[in-house]
């Protein structure tokens, strides 16, 4: 009706003017009865659904209209013509359809229509409020998880290590623990068991050490409750631990080792002093025996010379009565200088044609004496080797500084020989019997064997 265009079926409001469709301009456009007045009321009234305060708006201005002179002027019974109204207010936009809360007609503001309009806007700021809160707490929860396997895997490990530098230490302690022990036994060692008494000073010393950081290992533990840093603190001290113990170990071994040497050279020491004051008081018993058979033999020989001058001998006389003689005969090799004491019953042999020694037989004992010496190369040991051991089945030996005694059976009958090796000669004496006299021979043979007596310097060369 406003501005004449064709308008769609159902439209209420004009696609063109903007101007609704129901009624005539007359429902929509005031006519100010006084025209100062209604136009002052139109341009300023803001209840007027065709005015809105967010678009700009064409106004437009009629010329006012006298009623009186329109009466005047028009025909009655003649239809008044249809003009367009005084200051109408033509929208630029188009009107929200009619029925709406704040659509024309309702007389409210258009505050409505914008309450709508924001409603989807406020749930989309909700929906990424929402997002952004979701986002935040899965990067907070992911944060954290990560913090926590990191801080997890780290305990672990060092839980791990820690554990392995104890097992370390106790390791070591258990495999030192029989050479500790055996050091605490060498440290009973007495001062006249050593040759150095400050070796065994040291020892202890040494074991006290080791003794003491081997026993406290108190706060050496893992708990799996521990922190990381609580347990490389262990793991620190573990290790330490370890390099102090053996350290402290290899100079218990140290200490060891000088005691067993002093131990070593003393045993050695006091036996070679035992050695040689066993030698002296042989040699003084041999030089004894020897004066004595020398002496004994000197009066036999008298006691000889005198039956013979009484004419009570015969041809061996000499022999008979050294058989029959209770006395001891001493014979001295000229040509080696060495001496033995022989019982007097014994008749002695004519000596060797090199003179190297001469034998003694007692026919009723069917026992035979021989005393002889020779010259060697061989060491006492070699000598006893090559000698005896390799070609006699010795039932017993012995291999004593320069002394070597063998003794042996061949059959029934039994062989004993002693000999005293000294400047590249071998002095012996040596005894043959049947075993079947042995209780009467055994005691004839510890009586001479020591008697064998060497000269102060070799001879015979």
Not at 407 to 417: A, E, M, Q
Request: glycine share 8%; hydrophobic share 30%.
């Amino acid at each position: 009706m406003n501005c004449g265009q064709p308008l769609p079926e159902g439209a209420t409001v004009c696609g063109n003017c903007g101007y609704p469709v129901q009624g005539t301009p007359e429902d929509t456009v005031t006519m100010p009865s006084e025209s100062h007045a209604a136009n002052s009321s139109v341009q300023s009234s803001s209840a007027n659904p065709l005015i809105y305060s967010e678009t700009p708006t064409a106004v437009i201005h009629m010329p006012s209209l006298d009623n009186s002179a329109q009466n005047s002027t028009q025909p009655a019974g003649q239809p008044s013509p249809v003009l367009p109204p005084q200051n109408t207010v033509f929208p630029s936009a188009p009107l929200p359809p009619a029925g709406n809360s704040g659509g024309i007609g309702s007389g409210a503001p258009d505050g409505g229509t914008q309450q709508s309009a924001n409603k989807p806007s406020r749930k989309r700021v909700w929906i990424i409020v929402t997002a952004i809160v979701v986002v935040l707490a899965l990067i907070g929860g992911g944060v954290f998880w990560y913090v926590s396997s990191r801080r997890k895997s780290e305990v672990a490990a060092a839980q791990s290590a820690c554990q392995q530098a104890v097992d370390a230490l106790n390791t070591q302690t258990e495999e030192n623990a029989a050479k500790v022990e055996e050091a605490a036994t060498l440290a009973k060692t007495s001062n006249s068991e050593v040759t150095d008494a400050s070796t065994v000073k040291q020892l202890k010393s040494a074991l006290d050490k080791y003794q003491k950081i081997t026993g406290d290992k108190s706060g050496l533990s893992c708990p799996a409750s521990a922190s990381a840093e609580a347990l490389r603190q262990v793991t620190s001290r573990a290790q330490s631990w370890r390099e102090s113990q053996a350290s402290d170990f290899k100079s218990l071994e140290t200490a060891m080792n000088a005691v067993q040497s002093s131990k070593e050279q003393k045993a050695k020491k006091t036996a070679e002093e035992e050695a040689a004051k066993k030698k002296a008081e042989q040699q003084k018993a041999e030089q004894e025996s020897a004066q004595a058979s020398e002496s004994a033999g000197t009066e036999s020989q008298q006691q000889s010379t005198q039956g013979q001058t009484g004419g009570q001998t015969d041809g061996n006389s000499s022999a008979g009565q050294s058989a029959g003689s209770s006395a001891t005969q001493t014979y001295a090799n000229s040509r080696y200088g060495f001496t033995v004491t022989v019982p007097g019953d014994f008749a002695a042999q004519p000596e060797s044609d090199n003179g190297d020694g001469k034998e003694f037989v007692n026919s009723s004992l069917n026992m035979t004496i021989t005393a002889a010496a020779m010259h060697t190369t061989l060491t006492p040991q070699q000598y006893f080797d090559q000698t005896y051991r390799d070609r006699y089945n010795v039932s017993y030996s012995l291999v004593d500084g320069d002394v070597v005694v063998a003794s042996w059976k061949d059959g029934s009958t039994i062989h004993y020989v002693r000999n005293i090796l000294r400047e590249g000669v071998v002095y012996s004496v040596s005894f043959e019997y049947p075993e079947s006299n042995k209780p009467q021979c055994d005691p004839i043979l510890e009586a001479v064997a020591p008697t064998l007596t060497p000269p102060a310097h070799a001879t015979g060369l």
